[in-house]
């Protein structure tokens, strides 16, 4: 069997008195990697500066080595590079201009003095924007760096290389033009006033790795005082998918949303937003629990989410553990934490259990472990069947709302969003390791924008039909 690897690069810095090059390249065999290239950056009389270019199997490998380096004397490891990291050298983003401008004419119509009409136009009638300048097709991806990914609070420098790998996102699978912005504040109000004074740029808002529960006030207050549309796509994405998944899921286990017991474990943005979404869809028994059990009509609340999922969900007011209300349950939907849903909790579950467990990187339970008693199964991981993913919806609800110039999303589309994910899965194809198309399903978006529209048409808030 062919050995998988990697190509890493080390730039290093030997001392030519201490060391020769050979001795290092016995490090980097006995160690385990394979020398592939040498290229000198820098020779100095006593010092030389080279990058070695070394095939690994993996990681631990590749940390292995570098250790082996630096123990090494007169040679220092300066920097590491691999695939991913040249993934990313600089940024992975660019903006192309659409005209080539070879002449002063072509200068002074795309710049001064031509573009001054154009500027006194937009300036009488600003609706003139859409057409004449890129903001009909430019999408703001914007983050504080508070919730990314699975690091929680980072620099807002270091949350770029995500932003603009949404933006890549963006333009792979909808063509929309995406421009990630991330801010060196974690102030609500200020952040509100920094959108707010972007916003005549674009044609919508994507908020993104934004903190609960400042995302939640940070979303609801520029919905209200904005004309474009905003999304936080932690909370609405991840729901939309979430419910396409349990619309197909349900067919198969043949049960109906109404009749179902269905447990939200991890009450923060994305597990309220799959609650309301749930509702809308006409969910009636719904539990959400979290670190402290089950939130219920008892318990007095400081968090207004909280209070709010106590208010509208769990009907039957069941306190306790997620062990304990879980019992009887058609559905277990987890955004929560790696292992919490233990097999036994499976087991007490009603007949033919739909589990998602989403946790990313490790789910709430295996799907070794809960295959032999679920009926469905679903993850946030690529490497499962049936994974939860945010770019089966974003692309496609944006352009829907670009193309028909809506001023918001609102729960209808969002709900008209899902229902066109499951339906991109004939019934033919239905099966309980295929409920959610995958990422690179070519329907998927069109689908989303067609649903997208019409629900925006049919609302009242599409400014262009």
């Known amino acids: 069997m062919a050995r998988s690897s990697m190509h890493v690069i080390l730039r290093i810095e030997i001392d030519k008195k201490q060391i020769t090059f050979g001795e290092i390249a016995t490090s980097i065999s006995s160690t385990g990697g394979d020398l592939v290239a040498i290229d000198v950056i820098k020779e100095g009389q006593s010092t030389t500066v080279r990058d070695i270019t070394i095939r690994v199997a993996n990681e631990s490998e590749q940390e292995r080595i570098v250790a082996a380096i630096n123990d090494l004397n007169g040679v220092a490891v300066r920097h590491v590079s691999d695939r991913t990291f040249l993934v990313h050298l600089g940024g992975k983003i660019e903006v192309k201009s659409k005209l080539d401008i070879n002449n002063r004419e072509q200068l002074s119509q795309v710049y001064t003095p031509e573009v001054a009409r154009v500027s006194q136009a937009i300036d ?243 799907p070794e472990d809960a295959s032999p008693y679920v009926r469905v199964m679903a993850t946030g991981r690529s490497d499962y069947p049936n994974q939860v993913n945010n770019v089966l919806c974003f692309p496609g609800i944006f352009r829907g709302v670009l193309d028909c110039r809506a001023s918001a999303i609102n729960e209808e589309m969002k709900l008209a969003a899902a229902v066109a994910i499951a339906s991109t899965i004939s019934e033919d194809e239905l099966n309980e390791e295929y409920i959610i198309p995958g990422v690179f399903n070519t329907q998927v978006v069109e689908k989303i924008r067609e649903a997208v529209i019409k629900s925006a048409q049919e609302t009242g808030v599409a400014k262009k039909i």
């Not at 609706?127 to 991806?141: C, E, G, P, R």
């Not at 009907?315 to 306790?320: A, F, K, R």
């Open 124 to 366: 009488k009638n600003p609706l003139l924007a859409y057409n004449l300048t890129i903001k009909n097709n430019a999408v703001a991806v914007i983050s504080d760096g508070t919730a990314v990914l699975g690091l929680g609070k980072i620099k807002p420098e270091a949350a770029m290389p995500v932003m603009e790998g949404k933006a890549m996102l963006f333009k792979r699978f909808a063509n929309i033009n995406a421009y990630p912005l991330c801010l060196d504040t974690t102030d609500t109000e200020e952040i509100i006033r920094i959108i707010k004074a972007l916003a005549p740029t674009f044609g919508g808002i994507n908020l993104e790795d934004i903190a609960s529960p400042q995302c939640f006030e940070i979303e609801e207050r520029l919905k209200k005082e904005l004309d474009i549309p905003v999304f936080h796509d932690d909370q609405h994405g991840t729901a939309i998918v979430v419910l396409a998944g349990i619309f197909n899921a349900l067919k198969i286990a043949k049960k109906n949303i109404v009749d179902c017991k269905i447990v939200v474990c991890g009450i923060g943005a994305a597990g309220t937003a799959i609650t309301k979404m749930l509702l809308n869809a006409g969910a009636q028994n719904i539990i959400g629990v979290d670190r402290n059990g089950a939130i219920n009509k008892t318990t007095n609340y400081t968090n207004q989410t909280w209070s709010w999922v106590a208010e509208h969900t769990n009907p039957n007011n069941e306190q306790g553990p997620l062990s304990t209300v879980i019992e009887d349950a058609d559905i277990f939907i987890g955004v929560s934490a790696a292992g919490i849903l233990k097999v036994d909790d499976v087991k007490k579950m009603a007949k033919d259990p739909i589990v998602f467990a989403l946790a990313n990187p490790n789910p709430e339970i295996s």
